[in-house]
């Protein structure tokens, strides 16, 4: 990596930490001074304008995300073991989220909403990814056999990412784990009754 390209990836890494923590109207081109240790010329030199770095720390923030399921789910065997991985990634929500300051998306979805359309068309796609991945999982699991058929794909997995994102809405909001990490164990408890047992 180039000297140049190196300076850019370093800046959206600390600039999707910051609009993480503080929201992209929340943070400000001192606060992005701060954070790189540069000036505003230095920055902008690598980026036309706030929205394109917003878009491209954005992008990394969805990245560090999928990292974490895909490392979640490493060296499980089973559809169960996987979901049960990737619902637990964000057990520690407010000590040790995938990325400090919460969920990306989630801190996206509730900021861009109509303010900035293009954050919100990627704060989509990065939800859609997520909602596809537990789709996945689960009719993995009714393949293998390991999850009755009578499953409602869609539902279940719409109703698995609301719990998740709502124990970590609350644990972010209260500043402690045991909200998300209740949700989590009443999840497993539930999707437990779908197993096969055989």
Request: aromatic share 8%; net charge negative; glycine share 6%.
């Amino acid at each position: 990596m180039k000297k140049g390209e190196k300076t850019k990836d370093f800046i959206i890494r600390q600039a999707a930490v910051l609009f993480n923590q503080k929201g992209y109207f929340g943070s400000s081109i001192s606060d992005l001074t701060r954070v790189t240790g540069m000036q505003k010329g230095g920055i902008y030199n690598h980026f036309e304008n706030k929205d394109q770095l917003a878009l491209e720390a954005f992008e990394h923030a969805a990245t560090v995300l999928r990292a974490s399921f895909v490392d979640a789910m490493a060296n499980k065997k089973t559809a169960f073991e996987k979901l049960s991985a990737v619902i637990s990634v964000y057990q520690d929500a407010y000590d040790n989220p995938p990325l400090a300051g919460g969920c990306p998306v989630l801190n996206t979805a509730i900021e861009s909403d109509d303010a900035h359309p293009a954050l919100k068309e990627k704060a989509q796609i990065a939800m859609g990814s997520f909602l596809e991945l537990i789709r996945s999982l689960l009719r993995l699991g009714i393949e293998q056999g390991e999850f009755k058929e009578e499953i409602e794909v869609e539902e279940f997995s719409i109703y698995i990412t609301s719990v998740i994102e709502g124990g970590v809405m609350l644990s972010r909001l209260y500043e402690d784990n045991s909200h998300i990490r209740s949700n989590i164990n009443r999840l497993l408890s539930e999707i437990d009754k779908y197993r096969t047992r055989n």
